[in-house]
Nanobody, 115 residues
Framework: QVQLVESGGGLVQAGGSLRLSCAVS????????IGWYHQAPGKQREWVAT???????NYASSVKGRFTISRDNAKNTVDLQMNSLKPEDTGVYYC?????????WGQGTQVTVSS
């Protein structure tokens, strides 16, 4: 069993930055990847970024060049640095841990970008 706790959401003006953090605990061995998803109001949850166990990263085209996902193995955290935020980045951000064959989700953290 894996537990996730997200933090770092808030209200920011367009063009600003926020840093989200996902603290992972529990049975963290053999985690395949950790990522972030975004759910805008009234829309489906969409993938944002992933960092694999080996450290490789992937990003959705909508955030590439603006967001950076990173991992601190000593602290068991995965961060999402979000720069040049846009109003369309508003929504709830969820951390996901993929530990095949199970996916674990956090409770989400709200990000609001005002224009």
């Amino acid at each position: 069993q894996v537990q996730l706790v997200e933090s770092g959401g808030g209200l920011v003006q367009a063009g600003g930055s926020l840093r989200l953090s996902c603290a992972v605990s529990g049975s963290i061995f053999s985690i395949n990847a950790i990522g972030w998803y975004h759910q805008a109001p009234g829309k489906q949850r969409e993938w944002v970024a992933t960092i694999a166990n080996g450290g490789s990263t992937n990003y959705a085209s909508s955030v590439k060049g603006r967001f950076t996902i990173s991992r601190d193995n000593a602290k068991n955290t995965v961060d999402l640095q979000m720069n040049s935020l846009k109003p369309e980045d508003t929504g709830v951000y969820y951390c996901i841990v993929r530990q095949w064959p199970v996916d674990y989700w956090g409770q989400g953290t709200q990000v609001t970008v005002s224009s």
